[in-house]
């Protein structure tokens, strides 16, 4: 029974965390665009999130924070038949909440955090319902997001090992039908990218874990201890390394699907530790010490990113810079009771979720951190300055 109180605590811990961190982060580029944009199904959730809680950075990220919570509850379940110690489950739930990839997932408004919980909530039910409700389970998943023609191409190989023909036959179509609708981009001439996707999942998942993962897949298919999460994991880690070769991949569409190779690696860690004598078990201890320290470290710099931009000679090399700056930027002008400007492209949409409208009233121009001349905007963070502009009334006479 304390097990579960701990989780609950971690649970806890990592939902005020995230939820205090909504008032640090400014809507990006990238999601002011789908927010603007056309109609899909992270629209339709985001656009019922601001109209419960009104058009502000709560709101905005509410819902993949609700996404992330629920996705823990169903990683805990989904342990249970992997691990059966309840300490080395809040070990792994623990890793879970600390990956950088799963921390900007809950914050970020994209797909990630959506196919996180709709790939976990798909292994729970698997083997909890019947087939027909899978099938209808499925269907759902191909009008949500492109990102989960992946999850059709992986159960194809699946279906094919487990000799089930209609279960074939349906993921076929699912896959066809969901390129079909979302399409895969192919534009550009052929550019390798392999070590560009390699460095983003060990990013994502810090060197150590993404290389032990790696490993787990790799001896599972030699030693055939293949299953469902076997199949999802290596078959898209497969897919998004080849197209690697010719694309810079979106990240968000294949790290989910390693994430559920979680589950396999803690098992096999457990059981490789505990098969031992406590003399021979010293080198795992230090590997899973390291894992976890790394993960800490990462995770505080994810969470406390504003204060890294002291190591940067242009803000803009920051990691999280696309993040920052446009709700102080929309506080700054409403204080001096500017409420429209003319501006680029990105920061005008970016603006428009802090309602400062466009006109062509005020012109507000971007320019070097280290320009002081003229009426100033400036953006800083712990007294770096991170941002500036010039407001510069326009006479339309």
Same mark, same amino acid.
């Given at each position: 029974?304390?097990?579960?109180?701990?989780?609950?605590? +971690?649970?806890?811990?990592?939902?005020?965390?995230?939820?205090?961190?909504?008032?640090?982060?400014?809507?990006?580029?990238? @999601?002011?665009? $789908?927010?603007?944009?056309?109609?899909?199904?992270?629209?339709?959730?985001?656009?019922?999130?601001?109209?419960?809680?009104?058009?502000?950075?709560?709101?905005?990220?509410?819902?993949?924070? $609700?996404?992330?919570?629920?996705?823990?509850?169903?990683?805990?379940?989904?342990?249970?038949?992997?691990?059966?110690?309840?300490?080395?489950?809040?070990?792994? %739930?623990? %890793?879970?909440?600390?990956?950088?990839?799963?921390?900007?997932?809950?914050?970020?408004?994209?797909? =990630?955090?959506?196919?996180?919980?709709?790939?976990?909530?798909?292994?729970?039910?698997? @083997?909890? +319902?019947?087939?027909?409700?899978?099938?209808?389970?499925?269907?759902?998943?191909?009008?949500?997001?492109?990102?989960? #023609?992946?999850?059709?191409?992986?159960?194809?190989?699946?279906?094919?090992?487990?000799?089930?023909?209609?279960?074939?036959?349906?993921?076929?179509?699912?896959?066809?039908?969901?390129?079909?609708?979302?399409?895969?981009?192919?534009?550009?001439?052929?550019?390798?990218?392999?070590?560009?996707?390699?460095?983003?999942?060990?990013?994502?998942?810090?060197?150590?874990?993404? !290389?032990?993962?790696?490993?787990?897949?790799?001896?599972?298919?030699?030693?055939? @201890?293949?299953?469902?999460?076997?199949?999802?994991?290596?078959?898209?880690?497969? !897919?998004?390394? *080849?197209?690697?070769?010719?694309?810079?991949?979106? +990240? @968000?569409?294949?790290?989910?699907?390693?994430?559920?190779?979680?589950?396999?690696?803690?098992?096999?860690?457990?059981?490789?530790?505990? !098969?031992?004598?406590?003399?021979?078990?010293?080198?795992?201890?230090?590997?899973?010490?390291?894992?976890?320290?790394?993960? *800490?470290?990462?995770?505080?710099?994810?969470?406390?990113?504003?204060?890294?931009?002291?190591?940067?000679?242009?803000?803009?090399?920051?990691?999280?810079? &696309?993040?920052?700056?446009?709700? /102080?930027? #929309?506080? /700054?002008? &409403?204080?001096?009771?500017?409420?429209?400007?003319?501006?680029?492209?990105? $920061?005008?949409?970016?603006?428009?979720?802090? &309602?400062?409208?466009?006109?062509?009233?005020?012109?507000?121009?971007?320019?070097?951190?280290?320009?002081?001349?003229?009426?100033?905007?400036?953006?800083?963070?712990?007294?770096?300055?991170?941002?500036? =502009?010039?407001?510069?009334?326009?006479?339309?006479?």
């Amino acid at each position: 029974m304390k097990h579960r109180y701990i989780f609950f605590l +971690i649970l806890g811990i990592d939902a005020l965390i995230l939820l205090l961190e909504t008032s640090e982060l400014s809507i990006s580029y990238r @999601e002011a665009s $789908m927010l603007y944009g056309d109609f899909s199904f992270l629209f339709f959730i985001e656009k019922l999130s601001i109209s419960f809680f009104g058009q502000n950075d709560f709101a905005l990220r509410f819902a993949m924070i $609700m996404f992330h919570i629920l996705s823990l509850l169903l990683f805990y379940k989904i342990s249970k038949r992997y691990v059966r110690h309840d300490r080395d489950r809040l070990w792994l %739930v623990l %890793v879970f909440v600390l990956l950088p990839g799963v921390i900007s997932s809950a914050m970020l408004v994209d797909s =990630a955090g959506l196919i996180i919980f709709f790939l976990l909530l798909f292994v729970y039910l698997y @083997e909890k +319902i019947s087939k027909p409700y899978i099938y209808l389970l499925l269907s759902f998943y191909i009008f949500i997001d492109g990102g989960f #023609a992946y999850l059709f191409f992986s159960l194809i190989f699946f279906s094919l090992y487990k000799k089930e023909n209609y279960f074939l036959v349906f993921n076929i179509i699912a896959f066809f039908l969901s390129m079909y609708l979302f399409g895969i981009d192919t534009q550009g001439l052929p550019k390798g990218h392999f070590l560009d996707a390699i460095g983003l999942y060990s990013a994502i998942f810090t060197p150590i874990v993404f !290389v032990y993962i790696f490993y787990i897949l790799y001896r599972r298919y030699l030693t055939k @201890e293949i299953e469902l999460l076997w199949f999802i994991s290596s078959i898209t880690l497969i !897919v998004s390394l *080849l197209l690697s070769f010719r694309q810079r991949i979106d +990240i @968000e569409d294949f790290a989910p699907y390693l994430i559920m190779a979680l589950p396999l690696a803690a098992q096999t860690f457990s059981s490789s530790y505990r !098969v031992r004598l406590k003399i021979f078990r010293g080198r795992y201890k230090t590997a899973f010490v390291l894992s976890i320290l790394l993960l *800490l470290l990462n995770s505080v710099l994810v969470l406390f990113n504003k204060n890294l931009y002291i190591f940067f000679d242009k803000p803009q090399k920051h990691f999280a810079y &696309k993040m920052h700056i446009a709700k /102080e930027l #929309a506080q /700054e002008l &409403k204080k001096r009771g500017i409420y429209c400007v003319q501006t680029d492209r990105r $920061m005008q949409k970016r603006l428009k979720f802090y &309602k400062i409208s466009r006109c062509e009233t005020y012109l507000l121009s971007a320019k070097s951190t280290d320009d002081n001349s003229g009426d100033n905007v400036t953006i800083s963070y712990n007294n770096i300055a991170v941002y500036n =502009a010039t407001v510069t009334e326009i006479n339309n006479r």
